[in-house]
């Protein structure tokens, strides 16, 4: 059976950790009236999800995280598609430090991706989509209609996830702790995250977020003519 066929408009944002993916793609679906996916909130809830259950990630099966993922859903938050934990919206529990650290774990087993991918695809059989993660231009929209990869130097990277954490300028040592994290996170994300071929490159060390905003709106309009 041949998969359902998407509605016109999906535009993918990839790149490696903290390098403003999910911001980017909401403030891009904002400028084009599309709903805003970002896929790592779902590896993150179900990830929530496992951890909720007590048992121990060394112990982690990918039929134990599946049972667990039962109590995700995805519902309609503004113009963002989100993840639900029995119902309720969880962004600061999908987004604390245990979670975080325990993603990838979660991540590289082939089901759960398989899952996460069939929830965004649906999404994408309702309504125009951006969407944000590391293989939405590869695996999951081969077809997209505009691909995008962020870049950015980890230190830059490090930096900004602090100040949007901390709501202050954080010190150098805790953006040397910071840098290392996610330079240990994109290690254990490698498999998953490389770039399209055709996916257009940007490095955001040196712009302003409005200035890739622009860039990616007007990439889309090119590619899918006047709304
Ligand atoms: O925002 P940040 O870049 O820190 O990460 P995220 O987009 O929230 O993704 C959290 C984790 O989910 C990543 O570290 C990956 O392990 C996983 N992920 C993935 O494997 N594939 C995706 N398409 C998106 C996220």
Do not use: C
Request: glycine content about 6%.
């Amino acid at each position: 059976m041949s998969p359902p066929e998407l509605r016109r408009g999906v535009v993918t944002i990839d790149g490696p950790a903290a390098s403003g993916k999910s911001s980017t793609a909401e403030w891009v679906a904002r400028e084009l009236g599309f709903t805003h996916v970002d896929s790592g909130a779902f590896y993150r809830a179900v990830t929530a999800a496992v951890l909720r259950t007590g048992m121990p990630p060394g112990e982690w099966t990918p039929q134990l995280v599946l049972e667990a993922a039962r109590i995700v859903s995805a519902a309609l938050a503004g113009a963002s598609m989100v993840p639900h934990l029995v119902g309720d919206p969880a962004d600061a529990e999908i987004r604390n430090p245990q979670v975080t650290a325990n993603v990838p774990r979660v991540a590289r087993m082939p089901a759960v991706r398989a899952w996460v991918n069939a929830q965004v695809r649906q999404v994408a059989t309702e309504r125009p989509i951006v969407v944000d993660g590391r293989d939405m231009g590869t695996a999951v929209f081969p077809e997209a209609d505009v691909k995008v990869y962020l870049v950015a130097d980890p230190w830059e990277r490090a930096k900004r996830r602090l100040m949007q954490h901390l709501r202050r300028l954080p010190t150098d040592a805790e953006i040397a702790a910071e840098t290392d994290r996610l330079v240990h996170r994109d290690a254990a994300d490698a498999t998953q995250s490389v770039a399209a071929r055709d996916a257009v490159l940007i490095d955001t060390t040196h712009l302003m977020q409005e200035e890739q905003v622009a860039r990616i709106v007007a990439l889309a309009r090119a590619a899918l003519g006047p709304a």
